[in-house]
């Protein structure tokens, strides 16, 4: 009898292992077809600049913290996100000209303080000045991908012009830059630790 048990034990915890593999397996494979299937909304670089708007949003509040409360520990850590930040966006922004560089992260941290602010609004009933809040947060993070991207003036100036720095021109509008929604990285400027 205790053969029995044990026999069929483990057939019951061989099917139960077999079926977890299926699941796994199953599961992998429907992954892969989707991940096939369709294009993500947002590259890794566009994830990565989210993360960084955050990290940007992680200094302010360990910058204050810090100052509320007298502890310098604070700034131990604000240091290290801010590293951290530098590293993650030199990523994206290789090299720049100009002020290419605060200008995007700004760019980041406006976007990010208009979203929480339309979070706020919007939770709070205020739909219309939260959707106004949001419009203009998406256009400045927009902005961000125009400036660190071959699409800015991309009728006014070529590729061989944009690759030696010659960027001028007008800026094509809002509807325009809706049209030409193909973003190519472009290398940019750094920012030191």
């Given amino acids: 009898m205790i053969d029995d048990n044990v026999d069929k034990k483990t057939e019951a915890e061989k099917a139960r292992s077999m ?16 991940t096939k299937q369709r294009e993500m909304d947002l590259s890794t670089d566009a994830d ?7 990290l940007i949003n ?3 509040h360990l910058f204050f913290t ?15 996100v801010r590293k951290m ?7 994206i922004i290789k090299e720049s000209e100009g002020e290419v560089w605060c200008i995007s992260k700004h760019l980041l941290t406006a976007s990010m303080r208009f979203m929480e602010t339309g979070t706020k609004l919007l939770g709070e009933g205020n739909n219309e000045e939260a959707k106004s809040l949001f419009e203009k947060s998406y256009r400045l993070y927009l902005l961000f991908w125009e400036i660190n991207s071959r ?23 809002q509807e325009e830059n809706q049209k030409n929604e193909k973003i190519v990285f472009v290398p940019v400027c750094k920012e030191s630790l």
């Fill in 58 to 60: 992680l200094e302010e």
């Fill in 19 to 34: 079926v977890t593999e299926l699941d796994v397996n199953e599961l992998i494979d429907k992954t892969e077809k989707v």
């Fill in 48 to 54: 990565l600049s989210i993360g960084i708007m955050n």
């Fill in 151 to 173: 699409t800015i003036y991309p009728r006014i100036v070529s590729e061989e012009e944009a690759d030696k720095g010659k960027l001028e021109g007008k800026a094509p509008t």
């Fill in 66 to 80: 810090a100052e509320e409360t007298g502890k310098d520990e604070y700034f131990d850590l604000l240091k290290e």
């Fill in 85 to 91: 930040r530098i590293e993650l966006l030199e990523k």
